[in-house]
Structure formats: C-alpha cells, structure tokens
Antibody, heavy 122, light 106 residues
Framework: EVQLVESGGGLVQPGGSLRLSCAASGFTFSSYAMSWVRQAPGKGLEWVSTMIGSGGSTYYADSVKGRFTISRDNSKNTLYLEMNSLRAEDTALYYC???????????????WGQGTPVTVSS | EIVMTQSPATLSVSPGERATLSCRASQSVSSYLAWYQQKPGQAPRLLIYGASTRATGIPARFSGSGSGTEFTLTISSLQSEDFAVYYCQHYNNWWTFGQGTKVEIK
C-alpha cells in the first residue's frame, strides 16, 4: 500500500523559511516523479513543484520559482520542499503526491498524502 | 499557461440523480486530463485519468469523456458519499487544476 506522510509545516513569519518533508513507502520511490500541491484555506488546488524520479529535472509554478526548491533523497525515500522568502499568500495545506503511470514526468497524481499546514503570519 | 475552467461552481443534485460536471481548457490538452474528488478534511482522490479511464477502485457510476478542450465528468446516480468538490487537472507538458465544482445535496 502506498503511503505518503508529510511533515515540517508550522507557523513562520513573512520572509522566513521552512522545510517540508514527505516520507514515502509502499512503492519504488526512485522510479516515480513526485510533486507538491498546495491548497490555501477554503480555496482550490494549486500545483507547486515536481521532481523526476532520478532527481534530475525539476519544475516550478511561477508563483514559487526562485523561492522554493524541491529535492529528494532516494536512499531515504523522502521528498523535500525548501521554502524561502515566505509570503502570506503561501499559507496553505501542502500535499505531496505521487506520479501515476505515464511515460514522462507530466502525469496525473495517483496517490496523495494528508498534507502538512503552513501558516505565514507575523 | 493553459487555464482550466470548471462549470458550474456549485451543482445541487438529489440523491439518485445524474450529475454532469464540465471542464474546459483554454487550449488543447489532448486527453491528458484527470478528475479528482475531495471531501472536507481529506486529501484529493484520483477518479479519472486519460480523460476517460477510471482509477483503481472507482465505481462504474463515475465516467469521464471528452478530448481537446472540452471534458465532462458524469456521476450516473449520486450516492450520499459522492457529495464533494471535484477538480479537473490537465497534465499536458505542465500541470494546472480547475477551480473546482462543489456537488451539494438538493
């Protein structure tokens, strides 16, 4: 059974930093692209970032490019999201999601974690 | 950037009735379209991918259709557990979600 467990969320001041983690199990982690998707309170889903399985190519939404960095440690089956220069509008529940069965990195998300909340406020 | 527009924003349906949700892409996404269901306090769940393929364990009352720019999610006979928010998402060389359609009890 696929399991994705996010951690690392919390309250941070504007301009601050936070590092999120997503521990994965139940599948061959290194074989799948992994993504972060966020959801602001009462709002819809917003794709944030994706990293391919080998840890090479990365993709970012314009709203976070230059401030967020996605990475992974395949030896630990863990995905990360380093978030810097945080803004109030980054306040959201952050989900990690596993790529489905597609040929390339661009794919639907077939498994999701339960999310970790990030609040940016002074 | 491809914009995904869902309609209606809210759909009021009685249990046992059919629900039809629409999703429009600002340019063609071929069949690279997925649908997700999200209930309050829960993570999204994959329903449909490739515009029309049901994900593992998804009941047959859920069906997807369309290609290019126009897509539809149909729930043939709404059950109590189907009242939720539904999102479409394209994954044609990028990823964008629609704003969601809330299916509520009439």
């Amino acid at each position: 059974e696929v399991q994705l467990v996010e951690s690392g969320g919390g309250l941070v001041q504007p301009g601050g930093s936070l590092r999120l983690s997503c521990a994965a199990s139940g599948f061959t982690f290194s074989s799948y692209a992994m993504s972060w998707v966020r959801q602001a309170p009462g709002k819809g889903l917003e794709w944030v970032s994706t990293m391919i399985g080998s840890g090479g190519s990365t993709y970012y939404a314009d709203s976070v490019k230059g401030r967020f960095t996605i990475s992974r440690d395949n030896s630990k089956n863990t995905l990360y999201l380093e978030m810097n220069s945080l803004r109030a509008e980054d306040t959201a529940l952050y989900y990690c999601a596993k790529k489905g069965f597609c040929g390339g990195a661009h794919c639907y998300f077939d498994n999701w974690g339960q999310g970790t909340p990030v609040t940016v406020s002074s | 950037e491809i914009v995904m527009t869902q309609s209606p924003a809210t759909l009021s349906v009685s249990p046992g009735e059919r629900a039809t949700l629409s999703c429009r892409a600002s340019q063609s996404v071929s069949s690279y379209l997925a649908w997700y269901q999200q209930k309050p306090g829960q993570a999204p769940r994959l329903l449909i991918y490739g515009a029309s393929t049901r994900a593992t364990g998804i009941p047959a009352r859920f069906s997807g259709s369309g290609s290019g720019t126009e897509f539809t999610l149909t729930i043939s006979s709404l059950q109590s557990e189907d009242f939720a928010v539904y999102y479409c998402q394209h994954y044609n060389n990028w990823w964008t979600f629609g704003q969601g359609t809330k299916v509520e009890i009439k």
